[in-house]
């Protein structure tokens, strides 16, 4: 599968797309130092621009960082002006995925909205337990709602399956997302939708959230609705737990890139 939304800084400590393993390999990293002391953001011609000591920042592949909003050049400031003694990648997600956008996706968007409908082809809240009784309900209150809204609004029926053996998704269906995503064309709209769409395993809840009709908790909860289930009957797994935080700090970064466009 091809992913253009990887880590694009050209340091190892970014190279893994795992994010517990990004995390310790940034560990061995030395980090470079805060170089800066005054963090802005700013209106400009082409958009809004993040200032470091009144110069420009540029992305790592040395393209103008221009935001289309007001509100997403101040979250990617904030980022900046909250690093302390040394500049923390990991700790700057929305930064990394505002790279990709102008780096990776800007030349190339639909690779990323191939992706997406590739996704919604074999979509997670598609997929249903047979078992237990608990479960299958549970699963049926997180995503029968979704599915409900993608047919209101995309006019888009999906056909759920039991257990994990693939089911075919009527080819209209799947063209209707794509029509969705062909709106939403924007390198920085499409770059969060994407990494929405990856951490959960569904488009649908990364559309659903996008456009507002899913609060982004709930989806959160609703992509984990097994994990859920089993820590609560067999208990949770310390690294699977990191790494579920990690990928909701990721999660998060999208969603506010996605509000900030919205707003």
């Not at 990887?6 to 893994?16: A, I, P, Q, Y």
């Not at 790279?99 to 598609?126: K, M």
Request: aromatic share 6%; proline share 6%.
């Amino acid at each position: 599968m091809r992913d253009l939304l990887n880590d694009l800084e050209s340091g190892s400590h970014l190279s893994d797309p795992d994010p517990i393993r990004r995390a310790q390999n940034q560990m061995r990293q030395n980090l470079p130092k805060r170089f800066y002391k005054a963090v802005k953001h700013t209106e400009i011609q082409e958009g809004f621009s993040v200032l470091l000591d009144g110069k420009s920042v540029r992305t790592p592949g040395r393209a103008p960082l221009v935001l289309p909003s007001r509100e997403a050049a101040a979250l990617v400031a904030g980022e900046f002006d909250a690093q302390r003694d040394v500049i923390d990648p990991v700790s700057m997600p929305v930064l990394r995925l505002v790279n990709s956008a102008i780096d990776g996706v800007a030349p190339d968007p639909e690779a990323v909205i191939e992706d997406v409908v590739r996704f919604s082809g074999s979509d997670l809240i598609c997929y249903r337990a047979g078992e237990p009784a608990g479960l299958v309900a549970r699963q049926a209150q997180a995503w029968d709602p979704v599915l409900d809204w993608a047919c209101a609004a995309l006019s888009a029926r999906f056909i759920l399956a039991e257990g994990v053996v693939h089911v075919e998704q009527p080819r209209e269906s799947v063209a209707a997302v794509r029509r969705w995503l062909d709106d939403r064309r924007d390198p920085f709209r499409l770059a969060a939708i994407h990494v929405m769409t990856t951490l959960t395993g569904s488009a649908l809840l990364a559309l659903a959230v996008e456009a507002g009709a899913l609060d982004p908790a709930e989806a959160w909860a609703a992509a984990h609705v097994d994990e859920s289930w089993n820590a609560e009957h067999w208990g949770d797994d310390a690294e699977a737990v990191a790494r579920q935080a990690a990928r909701r700090r990721d999660f998060d970064a999208a969603v506010a890139l996605a509000q900030a466009m919205a707003d």
